[in-house]
């Protein structure tokens, strides 16, 4: 069975940083595309970051500048190192990885979150 694991998030001063980093593991075959979408409190689950097989990468405009993803194919890990963080950064950050399954089925498969507080 298909399991994605977060690590990283916690509470950071505005314009500390983080490095939130992403697992997928269990029954895989192959990853396609990875990426960390956030959500705060009243608001609907948004795009932060994803990066392709090809390692070509699409950042929302909010973070472009501050949050760069990377991954690690051997791994099948992917990481956000985000700087400058600002309180409007703010959400649980879930990752998500669309993979093919051993048994040759596509799946996008999410993690269960990791909070992200950014307050002085």
């Known amino acids: 069975q298909v399991q994605v694991v977060e690590s990283g998030g916690g509470l950071v001063q505005p314009g500390g940083s983080l490095r939130l980093s992403c697992v997928a593991s269990?029954?895989?075959?192959?990853?396609?595309?990875m990426g960390w979408y956030r959500q705060a409190p009243g608001k609907q689950r948004e795009l932060v970051a994803v990066?392709?097989?090809?390692?070509?990468?699409n950042y929302a405009d909010s973070v472009k500048g501050r949050f760069t993803i990377s991954r690690d194919t051997t791994k099948n890990a992917v990481h956000l190192q985000a700087n400058n963080l600002k309180p409007e950064d703010t959400a649980v950050y879930y990752c998500?990885?669309?993979?093919?399954?051993?048994?040759?089925?596509?799946?996008?498969?999410w993690g269960q979150g990791t909070l992200v507080t950014v307050s002085s």
């Open positions: 990066i392709g097989i090809g390692d070509d990468t």
């Open positions: 998500n990885a669309r993979v093919i399954t051993t048994n040759f089925k596509t799946l996008d498969a």
């Open positions: 269990g029954g895989i075959q192959g990853v396609f595309d």
